[in-house]
Each structure stands twice: as structure tokens, then as C-alpha cells.
């Protein structure tokens, strides 16, 4: 079984200031991890994944997340905020190499920017 | 993008009637997913397929049934809608050149679904 906690439904930061949004999982196998943003009215596209290479992983958009193990976490970063990134996060669980099982959603994240 | 399509993109409709959403893909994907989203929830897998004929139950599959028949359509039918089944749906889908998931999975637009 997995699950996913995005702490956070609504995060604020300035233009320009760090952005930081929290997902720790559960999962009883080794996991494979996603962040994915969806903006308004439209489908959810891949930010980045983590598949067991490199834990510090770099995605588009300037956003970059770190697996870590030992704290069971897989935070999303962006150094500079930008006013394109205001959007709704989710961060996703999947068993590795566990099939066709489906993703495991956190409740998602709705990123405010201010100017 | 991935070439992912659902139709329609907005339907409503009435308590008791049967619902029929569409998802058609041109990628010749093996895998495809249907998940609900809902203010609070995230998405939620509803039922999924690893091919032709072949589908299974997800988290909160109660209410709905499947089917595909070709590779390129996967079909998700609410029999008797209900207003708890008002949500928006995407279809999804995922590939791998092994012939299992990466589970790297990539989404339609949506269906926009609204049960009075």
C-alpha cells in the first residue's frame, strides 16, 4: 500500500523568492516518484519523476526535487519564483516495477504567487 | 504532448441516466487509466487496463464499469449517474519499451462531468 501527503493545500511566495512544496510518501517497495502541475481547466503534466538514478533530479521549468530515504520525503524546489508558476502541484507514488497498477495522488498543492 | 483525447470535455446530466466517456489515444500505448479529481481529494484511480479486454479495479471504482475493445479507446461507463459522480475526469495513459509501466504516466485534457 502507498500514500502521498502534500503539506500545505495553499503555499504564498513572493516573485522572485525560493519555492518549497512538501510531499512525503509511503510505500512498502521501493517507489518510483512524481511531481506533476496541472493549470487551470487543463490536464496534469510531468514535472519530473525519480526512478532510482540520481535522488536530486531536475525537471522543467527550472524545478528540481531530492529524494530522500531516510525521511521518506520528495520536496519539489524552484529557486526564483515566477508569476507562470502560479498552479496546483501534485506530488504522485507508484510501486516500482509493480505493474499496472495506477499512481497514488497527494491532495495537491495550489501555489501562490505574489508580485 | 502526448496525443491523448476525451470526449465530450463537458457533459451534464441527470440523476439515473447512463454516461458514457471516451478516451482515444494515438500513441499505441498498452497501458490506460481512469481517475476521478475532486476539490480535497486529488485524483483517484477509478479502474484501469494492461490491454485489449483486459481492466481492473482501482480505488473507488463502485458505480462504474470499463471496456476496450481496441488499443486506441478505453471507455468508462457510469451506468446510473449519481451527484457524487459530478467531477472532473481524466483519462491517462503509459508505455514502456520492456512492455511494463515506467508508470511515468501522461494525461488527457479532461471531462468536466455534472450530475443534477
Known amino acids: 500500500a502507498q500514500s502521498v501527503t502534500q503539506l500545505g493545500s495553499h503555499v504564498s511566495v513572493s516573485e522572485g523568492a525560493l519555492v518549497l512544496l512538501r510531499c512525503n510518501y509511503s510505500?512498502?517497495?521501493?517507489?518510483?516518484l512524481f511531481w506533476y502541475v496541472q493549470y487551470p481547466n487543463q490536464g496534469l503534466q510531468l514535472l519530473l519523476k525519480?526512478?532510482?538514478?540520481?535522488?536530486l533530479v531536475k525537471g522543467i521549468n527550472g524545478f528540481e526535487a531530492e529524494f530522500k530515504k531516510s525521511e521518506t520525503s520528495f520536496h519539489l524546489t524552484k529557486p526564483s519564483a515566477h508569476m507562470s508558476d502560479a498552479a496546483e502541484y501534485f506530488c504522485?507514488?507508484?510501486?516500482?516495477?509493480?505493474?499496472?497498477?495506477?499512481?497514488?495522488f497527494g491532495k495537491g498543492t495550489h501555489l501562490i504567487i505574489q508580485p | 504532448d502526448a496525443g491523448i483525447t476525451q470526449s465530450p470535455r463537458h457533459k451534464v446530466t441527470e440523476t439515473g441516466t447512463p454516461v458514457t466517456l471516451r478516451c482515444h489515444q494515438t500513441e499505441n500505448h498498452r497501458y490506460m487509466y481512469w481517475y476521478r479529481q475532486d476539490p480535497g481529494h486529488g485524483l483517484r484511480l477509478i479502474h484501469y487496463?494492461?490491454?485489449?479486454?483486459?481492466?481492473d479495479k482501482g480505488e473507488v471504482s463502485d458505480g462504474y464499469s470499463v471496456s476496450r475493445s481496441k488499443t486506441e479507446d478505453f471507455l468508462l461507463t457510469l451506468e446510473s449517474a449519481t451527484s457524487s459522480q459530478t467531477s472532473v475526469y481524466f483519462c491517462?495513459?503509459?508505455?514502456?519499451?520492456?512492455?511494463?509501466?515506467?508508470?511515468?504516466?501522461?494525461f488527457g485534457p479532461g471531462t468536466r462531468l455534472t450530475v443534477l
Open positions: 491517462a495513459i503509459s508505455e514502456s519499451p520492456s512492455g511494463r509501466p515506467y508508470n511515468e504516466q501522461f
Open positions: 510505500s512498502s517497495v521501493p517507489p518510483y
Open positions: 504522485a507514488v507508484s510501486a516500482r516495477g509493480g505493474g499496472a497498477d495506477g499512481l497514488t
Open positions: 487496463s494492461y490491454g485489449v479486454k483486459d481492466t
Open positions: 525519480y526512478t532510482s538514478a540520481a535522488t
